[in-house]
């Protein structure tokens, strides 16, 4: 047995249990490790039972078995999207915004806006009211979304992130 691809192998899994949720090819830019050494291994520890690999849209998404709720990844794949997450801070620290404020606030044209919002929507993380011709958007579950978002700051490297949760924890 290999010793050198078994620490590999271990700390790969310790960083996968640390930030769950990170797509292939950020575990290889964070990691920097080839891409074939990573790919071998990640698949060793499928193999294995130690991390599950669930897809979203073109990514592969790797977390560590058993320490993660399904619902826990649910959000963490969603939060993993640097403009959702973005949205879910607006709407953490103002409770509900309408699409215009959204779109200033994330840096995106209103289309693109549209587009992040629907497909929240669709997942149930955000919710839609109408006043008039205005529509507000607002967290279906805020201290859910908050929890993931500190429970895995680090993570995330955003800054946008760490002032977000300076600000929370003052």
Known sequence: MDIQALEVRQQLFEFIEKFPGLHFRELQRRLEMPVGSLQYHLGQLEKEKLVIVKKDGEYSRYYPVGLISERERFLLKHLRHKQMRRVCLLLLQKKKA??????????????????????????????????????????????????????YKQSFLDKVVDRFIEMWEK
């Not at 779109?103 to 919710?127: D, F, H, N, Q, R």
Request: overall charge positive; glycine content about 6%; charged content about 20%.
């Open 98 to 151: 309408s699409h215009k404020q959204i779109a200033e606030y994330i840096g995106l044209s209103p289309a693109t806006t549209s587009w992040y919002l629907s497909k929240m929507l669709e997942s149930g993380l955000v919710t839609k009211n109408k006043r008039g011709r205005q529509s507000y958007y607002s967290l279906k579950n805020p201290k859910e979304i908050l929890k993931i978002i500190v429970a």
